[in-house]
């Protein structure tokens, strides 16, 4: 079994910044390719960006140059860090990870980016 919790969500104004955080339980927690999705107001859940065990990155184009997905195996958690926001951005948030074919997610967290 697999628990990840969300934390740092918030509002906060256009070309601000936030910091996701996921802290997963569960051992051998740094063999799994992590993962963060978004889902905005009526619309589908989407991928943003993934962290393979070796620390490779991927991302989605339109975050590319303003988020940074790291990980910290020692602490269990993954980072989603989101700069240069804009309203678009606004969506929950949520941490993921596959452990042998079932994917787990966390609880999500709200991101909202407003003036």
């Known amino acids: 079994q697999v628990q990840l919790v969300e934390s740092g969500g918030g509002l906060v104004q256009p070309g601000g910044s936030l910091r996701l955080s996921c802290a997963a339980s569960?051992?051998?927690?740094?063999?799994?390719?992590m993962g963060w999705y978004r889902q905005p107001p009526g619309k589908q859940r989407e991928l943003v960006a993934t962290?393979?065990?070796?620390?490779?990155?991927n991302y989605v184009d339109s975050v590319k140059g303003r988020f940074t997905i790291s990980r910290d195996n020692a602490k269990n958690t993954v980072y989603l860090q989101m700069n240069s926001l804009k309203p678009e951005d606004t969506a929950v948030y949520y941490c993921?990870?596959?452990?042998?074919?079932?994917?787990?997610w966390g609880q999500g967290t709200q991101v909202t980016v407003s003036s």
């Open positions: 962290i393979t065990s070796g620390g490779s990155t």
């Open positions: 569960g051992s051998m927690f740094s063999i799994y390719t």
């Open positions: 993921t990870v596959p452990v042998l074919g079932y994917r787990y």
